[in-house]
């Protein structure tokens, strides 16, 4: 059940009303209730697979709360761990195999038609973080119901952010319908629509023919391609992320921002601060501390960060472009840390400034071409087609403002400044965006394009 659909509008218009004229004590249930209708909607089979894991992983939370013994961390971890490797990797390798030729398994046969498990990637984090959170003490006590909605709650469910327990718990028993909610939550709602529908969509658009015939392009397409697809990735995922938390917020919860302004970056450390935060904060906490952090020698901290972003690639798919992609990012990180130095921005003087900006976005859009070709002959023959000095074009108008619009999203979103100075006209400017995304919207074809996380 997509955000952008129709489907999803009427399922939350049922969920909300039913829940907030419920009394306050039965909230809970009913958002688990509807958590579990709007995962079910996608496969009931792997939902069934999913809230087992979710029993599982409970029962050695309790483990660890209850005896302090490591051995249920690691039970925990390891489950949801062979979980994840098996369905996104294992899996995916047998079907090779045998689409080759090279194997025959008979009870696999049928895995020409196997999908993977929705949001497997997400809530395997989510519920690694809390095993690790309980064996650290952040907490004394997991009553199971908390636990569920934890992490059945449908708007972050299919692709994030990746929650923190200290991130919900606090809310589900306090949640409360308040006005500044509602228009914070009516507000990223259209902005998610705004990103997602009007710019991401439209941008693939222009851009999915030349990936798939590159050298009917002309060089400048190209590289102009490489740029929008970044944009592309930026709007459709902080467009879901603007969805489910303007979901959450008309719920009476707040979840965590997951992107701010990423190409306004002037370093490459600052950029992944602002690019799928809940992400990258996940890798910091539970696997580069736990690795040394920064507290270690030269060759060591080059190791750890190659080696976490290398991992943070293969969490998002099962090629190896993936993991090029992530090892990649990996050696722009330590390049900047030993050889460029990280810039200061507040000493940074406006030149600097959008040079560096320039720089980061360029390198960034580059490397993002392993995130969207799967192999490497199929990158060389993209680049290659970068000389052709003739061919079709994408650089027209309807190009450029959708490049445009993309950078204005980021300018409002950079700082609270508009928030402030714009707050006491919030009604107005609702009102007013309301009926702009609308009549922008039924202008456009009735198309329905999945978010690219959704694969992961």
């Not at 989510?126 to 059945?152: C, H």
Request: glycine share 6%.
């Amino acid at each position: 059940m997509l955000f952008n659909t129709i489907d999803y509008f009427y399922f939350f218009i049922v969920c909300y009303i039913v829940y907030w004229i419920s009394p306050a004590r039965f909230r809970k249930y009913i958002l688990i209730i509807f958590s579990l209708i709007f995962y079910g909607y996608w496969s009931g089979s792997f939902l069934i697979h999913f809230v087992l894991f979710i029993i599982i992983t409970h029962l050695c939370v309790i483990g660890i709360l209850k005896t302090r013994k490591k051995g249920f961390l690691y039970l925990g971890i390891s489950i949801n761990v062979i979980n994840l490797c098996f369905f996104k990797y294992v899996l995916t390798y047998l079907k090779f195999l045998m689409s080759e030729g090279e194997l025959t398994i008979p009870f696999f046969q049928s895995l020409s038609e196997f999908v993977l498990p929705l949001a497997i990637s997400f809530y395997t984090f989510q519920m690694i973080a809390y095993l690790v959170d309980a064996w650290r003490g952040k907490f004394t006590e997991s009553p199971f119901v908390n636990f569920l909605l934890f992490i059945l709650f449908f708007p972050q469910l299919i692709a994030g952010p990746i929650m923190r327990h200290d991130d919900f718990y606090d809310q589900i028993d306090h949640a409360k319908l308040t006005l500044d909610f509602v228009q914070r939550g009516i507000l990223h709602i259209l902005s998610g629509l705004i990103k997602k529908v009007l710019i991401a969509d439209q941008i693939a658009k222009v851009i999915n023919p030349v990936y798939a015939n590159p050298g009917e392009y002309d060089g400048i397409s190209i590289l102009l391609t490489t740029f929008a697809f970044s944009f592309q990735v930026y709007g459709d995922f902080s467009g879901y992320t603007d969805l489910a938390r303007g979901s959450a917020f008309l719920l009476g919860y707040e979840i965590p921002e997951n992107f701010r302004s990423p190409f306004l970056s002037v370093s490459f450390s600052e950029i992944w601060n602002r690019w799928h935060k809940s992400l990258s904060t996940w890798i910091r906490d539970y696997l580069y501390i736990p690795l040394g952090g920064n507290r270690v020698s030269e060759k060591r901290y080059i190791f750890n960060t190659i080696t976490v972003m290398s991992l943070s690639g293969l969490w998002h798919g099962n090629t190896y472009t993936f993991f090029l992609w992530g090892f990649l990012h990996g050696i722009l990180l330590t390049v900047e840390k030993y050889f460029i130095g990280k810039p200061d921005r507040k000493l940074m003087s406006k030149t600097k400034i959008v040079l560096s900006i320039i720089w980061v976005t360029t390198m960034f859009s580059f490397v993002m071409t392993f995130f969207r070709i799967d192999t490497l002959k199929e990158i060389f023959t993209f680049w290659e087609a970068s000389t052709n000095l003739k061919g079709k074009i994408i650089y027209k108008p309807d190009f450029w403002y959708l490049m445009i619009g993309c950078y204005i999203i980021q300018f409002i979103e950079y700082k609270d400044y508009f928030k402030e100075k714009l707050q006491p006209y919030i009604n107005s400017i609702l009102i007013t965006l309301c009926f702009l995304v609308y009549f922008a919207l039924i202008r456009l074809e009735s198309t329905v394009e999945t978010f690219i996380y959704f694969q992961f």
